[in-house]
């Protein structure tokens, strides 16, 4: 086609990011597996279904030869006719059954394909470290599991087919072309060329504008969303007419992107329309002439007003697969890049169980970072006997869960180790690990599903009897009862639990699992009291005979436990019994006093 | 409908579109019969000269068609940018003058998609719909006109094409349609499964439940991916359908051709019968192509009309809260705000949240709000805002019912701070002067403001200081530091009331202490109302409330309380030990 206008143009379409986009390519092939095969199937039934299409307008011209012939002499020779009639119906049968056959193995392919990913997704999500939930958003890795996902399932369904039935209808048509008249050919090809040049300047030029509208659109939702979730500092501040002029001013830039990016994306059709219709006369007085000099037969120009159409009809498509491929591989790479991230460190070869826990606790010498070169916990050592109760006490942020985190080998210490009756965490499976605890955190999670699901969870064998035990230790038995299926009503966004409930049933869920040790969280925000008591005894309760490792919030809860772990900025920076800490004077009974006084005015 | 937005002018440009159109149809519809006669002279031997004779009016015909489309094109996306624009600034100042009642009903995340894609939609069915809408009609009827004289034989096969074609359309249509909904629900659900596995990846690990996470994610995936399998697998006929349905039209339409012309007795009939053929071709063409482009409309325009009922929601809504007349109070009277038997009951509640509470404040003093989630706490400072209007009784700020005000006079007096921190994108200086009254303030005020609220420290610190750029959602500052301008807008407004709504809670010990003494300093003579959970946070107030299941269980100063109230006393009890608590 466009011999030098086209390599010149092509790369300034193509060069967002074609060094990621050949490779997040190469990924997504050799990801499909199994599927590569039904690919290359699919992709020799677009090429063999196309070439039938092409050979229609060729046996088309036979035909209106033959009619053509019969004119003057009125004798038509309707065997021939009815033969490639027949012939031409085959044809059409075939290649629907192909392009058919072809469409539904890639729509297959593709959701195959996105099910794949969502699975790989969804296993990726338990094998990650948790310093990766810490540093990313969730609403990141959902969309990847989501909107990325659906895209590339979509895109590549369309794209692939697209693709290759196009350049195949371009080439294909190119040597029809030429095998049946290369000056047609020429001509045909010639009076096409300006109109794709024309077509492919305002195809750079709209992308452009998508990109301004989709960065205005961005802006108008972040506005409009910020506006609305003030809404009530905006009322009383009467900020209205300042939020009205930021509006109108990204708004009417909406408009302006909006009105450019459609009215040129609008603009293909018509003009594709257009090069069909000047193809058409160019290759109808072309044709003429040629026909009057007696250069060929009149059924060439009929082959060729059809060709013209193959001939346009493929570049506005490639354009249009060549977009879904690049948004496939947009996709992919954020989905690729989610599942290669860097894994959990292997387990131990051999790893060791503990079969009775007693639940004796060692920290002997613990470093720790988040971050390498920013300690948190520096050289931390302390040995807890089984039975006893810590306290780990800080104010917010101070960095309470990173006791946690070691505690359930959500992290890695630097150097140094924890003990369980002698064994270092390190040396057991992390599952097994897990196993020893009961968690109680502060921010209660409830899924969807029934009261008795969320309270058994993933524990077998758990009889009935014991999750209403359970339920009537926290005090939430009673609650439950006046639900309308007990148990076994759903909790989902329209059951509104008070945070109270919530967090009842996540303790009842904790006593279900009934484990030798007990992480505790005690903050019980923004409940009344009399929940605040049940929740409080629930918790007591459950510290009775077990080791507990308890985030404390309450006086009593301090004074009453063996060792205070006080925290501050990261680092524990003070540690010992409430009477120990208090003689120290200092920062643990700076603060302790200045509540004191605080509240020692009554 | 949506349309009643469109105004004169478009309506005027609609209608130029429509002549337009009907031109570019005209035009179109014409080549072919330049292609007839060109035809014609080439079976009947005319020279190139005659054939340039048709092909140039040909070739012009085309040119005008494709100016006519692009003139509609841009025509019809102007009308639908500036109707779609009008419209989301319709929405907009109407949900401005929202009161939270309205805002609640719509939700925060249904109006934003309202303002935003759905008009997207609408914008881009109004602009594709009205040129399809009127040329597919056009030239659908305008081609049968034309073709109507010629052979019977051919109009059928046309009719048998377009027919079959239609009904599988709709056939796919009526599989994979509802299908489409299911995918929307499954797909909700898939995200659900995994948001619940992200938000509790924690416990998910503690209870090593990895594999019961996964197994129910598996299921709603296969559910997903089997209705997703049956969608695409039934859409991949349509394509190659059409193509067949075309392709044997053209056929079929030789085919009888040359039965036809076999049959005629003379040179001149079968002449005559053969450029028909060609002809009838190509409108043959230009019909079917014109009832697939209607069968898809009709397939885009359900969703812009769901989008569209969507807009005009919002657009037709009337705000509850209606604007009042006065914008002065009487004399002497100022800093004073008192509640007459106030009750209140959300609409369509069954319960009142507020019973009959009475109480008043004079200028210059504290008054406290405690009690228990749910005792109305946040609802009875809303009513002061006239955010909700009253159910029964009164709420006078300055002597005189909130409802008589002009909402902008009442508003001016108050400096609210709300439970979270709200914070806009821009800079400090934009943050902490904020509203109506930030051109009567000078950066003086705004860094004397901060410097009360105790941001001075981390306000300089940051890279421009007062110029500093805040993200969106303030998402570069910490949850304190935000609360801390939020604090500091309320003093930079200068009110005549405070009203914090449990806002000191996001704030460390230390700085809760500080800021409030310096408040103290700084705002004397200013009327405070303030909502908290904490008794340390109110313990100095003048007059403390306590509410209990949204009636009045007492009121007085703390020493009063602790010794007459039950309720304050055993939220102080439960509290005490977290009072003594470092925190």
Redesign the interface.
């Known amino acids: 086609m466009s011999g030098r206008r086209g390599p010149a143009d092509h790369p300034g379409m193509t060069a967002e990011k074609p060094k990621a986009f050949t490779e997040a390519w190469k990924k997504i092939f050799s990801y499909m597996g199994k599927y590569r095969i039904a690919v290359w199937i699919s992709i020799v039934f677009a090429v063999v279904g196309t070439v039938m299409i092409l050979v229609g307008p060729n046996k088309l011209r036979d035909l209106t030869d033959l009619i053509a012939g019969g004119l003057v002499t009125g004798s038509i020779d309707m065997g021939a006719i009815w033969e490639i009639g027949l012939f031409l119906i085959a044809i059409y049968a075939t290649s629907t059954v192909l392009t058919f056959v072809q469409n539904y193995i890639l729509a297959t392919v593709s959701q195959k394909m996105a099910s794949k990913f969502r699975t790989d997704i969804s296993k990726k999500i338990n094998r990650l470290p948790l310093r990766y939930f810490d540093t990313s958003s969730s609403g990141d890795v959902l969309s990847r599991a989501t909107n990325d996902v659906d895209t590339l399932g979509q895109s590549m369904n369309q794209s692939i087919g697209l693709l290759i039935t196009s350049v195949t209808m371009l080439l294909g048509s190119l040597v029809m072309m030429v095998y049946t008249n290369y000056i047609m050919a020429a001509v045909t090809v010639l009076s096409c060329v300006a109109g794709f040049g024309m077509m492919i300047l305002i195809m750079r030029y709209s992308q452009k504008y998508f990109g301004i509208q989709q960065e205005n659109l961005g802006n108008m939702n972040g506005h409009v969303a910020e506006i609305y979730s003030a809404h009530n500092v905006v009322k009383v501040y009467n900020g209205q007419k300042e939020a009205s002029k930021k509006f109108d001013s990204i708004n009417e830039e909406l408009a302006r992107s909006a009105f450019m990016s459609q009215f040129l994306s609008g603009l293909m059709m018509p003009l594709m329309n257009f090069i069909g219709n000047f193809g058409y006369v160019t290759v109808c007085v072309v044709g003429a002439a040629m026909v009057i000099n007696g250069q060929m037969s009149i059924g060439v120009i009929v082959a060729f007003m059809i060709y013209v159409r193959l001939f346009t009809q493929p570049l506005a498509q490639m354009a249009q697969a060549f977009t879904g491929m690049q948004s496939v591989a947009a996709a992919g790479e954020r989905v690729f890049e989610f599942i290669e991230e860097e894994e959990l460190s292997e387990e131990v070869v051999s790893p060791r169980k503990l079969e009775k826990v007693e639940g004796h606790v060692e920290f002997r010498n613990v470093h720790f970072s988040y971050v390498p070169g920013r300690e948190v916990i520096h050289g931390f050592s302390a040995e807890i006997k089984p039975g006893q109760k810590i306290a780990i006490v800080g104010p917010t942020g101070a960095g309470k869960t990173t006791m946690v985190n070691l505690l359930m080998r959500f992290y890695d210490t630097d150097s140094g180790d924890i003990l369980i009756d002698g064994v270092s965490i390190k040396e057991m499976r992390r599952s097994d690990v897990h196993d020893l605890f009961c968690m109680v955190l502060q921010d209660t999670w409830i899924f969807e599903g029934t009261v008795k699901e969320n309270i058994i969870y993933c524990k077998e064998g758990v009889t009935d009897e014991q999750v209403v035990e359970a339920c009537k230790a926290v005090g939430i038995h009673h609650f439950i009862k006046t639900l309308p299926k007990g148990y076994d009503t759903m909790l989902d966004n329209t059951t509104s639990l008070s945070v109270g409930q919530r967090q009842q049933i996540t303790i009842a869920r904790a006593i279900v699992e009934n484990a030798p040790l007990l992480i505790l969280d005690e903050a019980t925000s923004s409940v009344d009291t009399r929940t605040e008591r049940a929740i409080q005894n629930a918790m007591d309760q459950m510290t009775v005979g077990r080791t507990s490792f308890v985030i404390a919030h309450r006086l009593s809860t301090i004074k009453n436990s063996d060792l205070i772990l006080l925290m501050r900025g990261g680092n524990i920076v003070e540690q010992g019994t409430h009477d120990e800490l208090l003689a120290a004077g200092a920062f643990y009974s700076e603060m302790y006093n200045s509540q004191f006084e605080d509240g020692g005015e009554d | 409908m949506i349309l009643k937005y469109v105004s004169k002018k478009e309506w005027s440009l609609v209608a130029a579109c429509f002549v337009l159109i009907c031109l570019q149809v005209y035009l179109?519809l014409e080549?072919p019969g330049y292609?007839s006669q060109?035809?014609t002279?080439?079976?009947t031997?005319?020279?190139?000269a005659q054939?340039?004779d048709e092909?140039w009016p040909?070739?012009a015909?085309?040119?005008g068609?494709?100016l006519a489309?692009?003139v509609v094109?841009?025509v019809?996306?102007?009308v639908?940018?500036?109707l779609?624009?009008r419209i989301?600034?319709m929405q907009?100042?109407n949900?401005?003058t929202?009161s939270?009642e309205e805002?609640g009903r719509f939700s925060?995340a249904s109006?934003?998609t309202r303002?935003?894609n759905d008009i997207?939609q609408v914008?881009?069915a109004f602009?594709?719909g009205m040129?399809i809408l009127i040329k597919a009609p056009v030239m659908a009827i305008w081609a049968i006109v034309k073709i109507s004289d010629k052979d019977m034989s051919w109009t059928i096969a046309t009719a048998v094409a377009v027919a079959v074609m239609m009904v599988t359309i709709g056939i796919i249509m009526v599989l994979v349609v509802p299908r489409f909904k299911i995918i929307q629900k499954l797909?909700d659900n898939?995200?659900?499964?995994?948001?619940?596995?992200?938000?509790?990846?924690?416990?998910?690990?503690?209870?090593?439940?990895?594999?019961?996470?996964?197994e129910k994610?598996?299921k709603a995936?296969?559910d997903?991916?089997s209705t997703?399998?049956f969608v695409?697998?039934s859409?991949?006929?349509l394509?190659?359908?059409m193509?067949?349905i075309m392709?044997?039209l053209?056929?079929s339409i030789?085919?009888i051709?040359?039965?036809l012309?076999?049959a005629?007795?003379g040179?001149g009939e079968?002449?005559t019968l053969?450029s028909d053929?060609?002809v009838f071709s190509s409108y043959a063409m230009q019909v079917v192509m014109a009832f697939m482009m209607m069968v898809f409309i009709f397939m885009i325009l359900p969703r812009a009309t769901v989008a569209a009922r969507r807009i005009e929601e919002v657009i037709n809504t009337e705000p509850s809260i209606t604007d009042g007349t006065k914008t002065s109070s009487p004399e002497g009277r100022e800093g004073e705000i008192e509640f007459r038997n106030v009750s209140f009951k959300y609409p369509g509640a069954a319960e009142s949240v507020l019973e009959d509470i009475s109480f008043k404040v004079k200028k210059g003093e504290t008054i406290a709000f405690i009690g228990?989630?749910?005792s109305g706490k946040s609802t009875l400072i809303n009513l002061v805002?006239r955010?909700y209007d009253v159910t029964g009784g009164q709420v006078l700020v300055d002597g005189e019912d909130v409802r008589d005000y002009k909402?902008?006079a009442l508003?001016?007096k108050?400096g609210?701070i709300?439970q979270k921190a709200?914070i806009?994108?821009g800079t400090v200086y934009g943050n902490v002067n904020?509203?109506?009254t930030?051109e009567e303030r000078t950066i003086e005020d705004v860094k004397k403001a901060v410097g009360i609220a105790q941001g001075t420290d981390f306000v300089e610190k940051m890279d421009g200081g007062y110029e500093g750029r805040i993200a969106?959602?303030g998402t570069n500052l910490s949850g304190g530091q935000k609360q801390r301008l939020?604090i500091a807008?309320a003093i930079c407004?200068k009110p005549e009331f405070y009203i914090f709504d449990d806002s000191f809670s996001a704030l460390?010990?230390k700085t809760d202490r500080s800021l409030r003494d310096a408040l103290k300093k700084e705002t004397a003579g200013v009327t405070s109302l303030i909502v908290a959970?904490r008794i340390?946070t109110i313990?100095d107030a003048d007059t403390i409330v306590v509410l209990d299941e949204g009636r009045i269980a007492g009121i007085g100063a703390?020493?009063d309380l602790?010794e007459s109230s039950e309720v304050y006393r055993?939220?102080a009890y439960?509290q005490?030990?977290?009072?003594?608590?470092?925190?």
């Not at chain 2, 031997?45 to 190139?48: K, L, S």
């Not at chain 2, 898939?190 to 439940?209: C, D, F, K, P």
């Not at chain 2, 005490?576 to 925190?583: I, T, Y």
């Open positions: 179109e080549i292609m060109i035809t002279l080439l079976t031997g005319g020279t190139v054939v340039m092909g040909m070739i015909c085309a040119f068609s494709l489309a692009i094109g841009a019809a996306t102007y639908a940018a500036s779609s624009k989301r600034k907009f100042d949900v401005e929202f939270m805002i925060l109006l934003i303002s935003t997207t914008q881009m602009a594709m040129q797909t898939l995200n659900q499964i995994t948001g619940e596995g992200l938000s509790g990846v924690r416990v998910v690990r503690a209870y090593n439940a990895e594999s019961y996470q996964e994610f598996e995936n296969e997903l991916t997703n399998l695409n697998r859409l991949a006929v394509f190659p359908m193509t067949a392709s044997l053209s056929l030789y085919m051709g040359a039965i012309i076999s005629a007795a040179v079968r002449l053969f053929m060609i228990s989630t749910g805002m955010f909402l902008n508003r001016r108050i609210y709300p709200t806009f994108s904020y509203g109506d930030s969106e959602g939020s807008r407004r460390d010990y959970q340390g313990m703390h020493d602790l055993e939220i439960s005490l030990s977290e009072e003594e608590l470092v925190r």
